[in-house]
């Protein structure tokens, strides 16, 4: 049985471990490839595109892909959509696995939006200092508003169009609660703006902000494709795959 699990997360990778040598089954991991130098995986590993829903569909039949399993990052909506339209045109089962969103808690001064421009649009009226961690790719919405300095954190150096005033922090999580003190304490940020990613790999800086009395800007993830079933943890996603293992092979005897 081979199955294709569509990654880039600690998600993707905590199943990929989990599944790694379990017998019978073929594991493929693919990774985007737009981040610079990937950790190692277990199992073999694509990187790159599949050109759209019908490129996916014909390499789902080309290497025999018995289910699919979308662990990409909560915002990846067009690998989501596209992987959701190819496994029901090859009719191969799919599972979505999403890390849950986060929830405000007393303290939090939380303006949730539904996009990075609707962001910027709030953004003036909130603060000056901007602790910007929506990603390298979505910097082109702040890029006009010349009247804020941003601080923004990446794992790869940002292309523009992004902020004239800018200083760019290259890290990767998870991050500590008393590092994310230290950063808005010492670039004297006065407001943060985040996707709403889950997990807690970058979940201290809500607390950290919510200490300082900071006002949070909070993009709403998008919804898994209709039809789509999603389950929270890697350990539900293995579970998920190794029931159809065993589907499979009672099929085969």
């Given at each position: ?29 693919s990774l985007a490839g737009r981040v610079a130098g ?110 804020l300095w941003f601080l923004v954190r990446s794992v ?84 998920w795959v190794r029931e159809a293992l065993r589907t ?6």
């Amino acid at each position: 049985m081979h199955v294709l699990i569509l990654g880039g997360t600690a998600e993707a990778r905590r199943l990929a471990e989990l599944l790694h040598g379990v017998p019978g089954l073929e594991l493929t991991s693919s990774l985007a490839g737009r981040v610079a130098g990937p950790r190692p995986l277990p199992g073999a590993t694509r990187v790159g595109g599949f050109g759209g829903a019908d490129g996916l569909t014909a390499w789902l039949g080309e290497h025999g892909v018995d289910a699919v399993v979308d662990a990409t990052h909560p915002f990846a909506e067009t690998i989501s959509h596209h992987a959701a339209r190819a496994a029901a045109t090859a009719r191969v089962p799919l599972l979505a696995l999403r890390r849950p969103g986060w929830a405000p808690v007393a303290g939090d001064r939380w303006h949730e939006v539904g996009s990075t421009a609707e962001a910027a649009r709030v953004l003036p009226a909130l603060g000056r200092r901007v602790f910007l961690t929506t990603g390298r790719l979505g910097l082109a919405a702040f890029a006009d508003l010349d009247g804020l300095w941003f601080l923004v954190r990446s794992v790869d150096a940002p292309r523009p169009p992004h902020p004239s005033r800018m200083e760019v922090l290259l890290d990767r999580g998870p991050f500590t609660l008393a590092g994310e003190r230290e950063l808005l304490r010492r670039h004297r940020v006065d407001v943060v703006v985040t996707k709403d990613s889950g997990g807690a790999a970058t979940a201290p800086k809500l607390t950290a902000a919510r200490e300082a009395g900071l006002p949070v800007v909070v993009i709403r993830r998008p919804s898994t494709p209709e039809g789509v079933p999603a389950v929270p943890t890697p350990e539900d996603a293995a579970h998920w795959v190794r029931e159809a293992l065993r589907t499979a092979s009672s099929r085969d005897r």
